[in-house]
Nanobody, 123 residues
Framework: VQLQASGGGLVQAGGSLRLSCAAP????????MGWFRQAPGKEREFVAV????????SYADSVKGRFTISRDNAKNMVYLQMNSLKPEDTAVYYC?????????????????WGQGTLVTVSS
């Protein structure tokens, strides 16, 4: 599964961005899809996950209520809508695919990773 993340950029605090992740191929709906992020000097951390059907989601406490993950299995796409962005959200964001269900939050449980897209939130 090849993943291609896009949509990152520079935004002011309080602003919004929508990240997209394309996953060409016939097996997209077989995977739970997650978003992770890695800030400079920090470890990669879980942000959000959505199950195969799109009916169940889970979020890190730090983004709950501000970020929304969604997927379109017909288009092989997963999205991360990020609202009320804060400077501490600055990081490289990665989409990832996991064969596990129920969904997992540990990076080691994800089999495929995109190249990352940089989100910078200025104060």
């Amino acid at each position: 599964v090849q993943l291609q993340a896009s949509g990152g950029g520079l935004v002011q605090a309080g602003g919004s961005l929508r990240l997209s992740c394309a996953a060409p191929g016939r097996t997209f709906s077989s995977y739970a899809m997650g978003w992770f992020r890695q800030a400079p000097g920090k470890e990669r951390e879980f942000v959000a996950v959505i199950n195969r059907s799109g009916g169940r989601t889970s979020y890190a406490d730090s983004v709950k209520g501000r970020f929304t993950i969604s997927r379109d299995n017909a288009k092989n796409m997963v999205y991360l809508q990020m609202n009320s962005l804060k400077p501490e959200d600055t990081a490289v964001y990665y989409c990832a695919a996991s064969g596990y269900e129920p969904t997992r939050v540990a990076a080691r449980d994800y089999d495929y990773w995109g190249q990352g897209t940089l989100v910078t939130v200025s104060s």
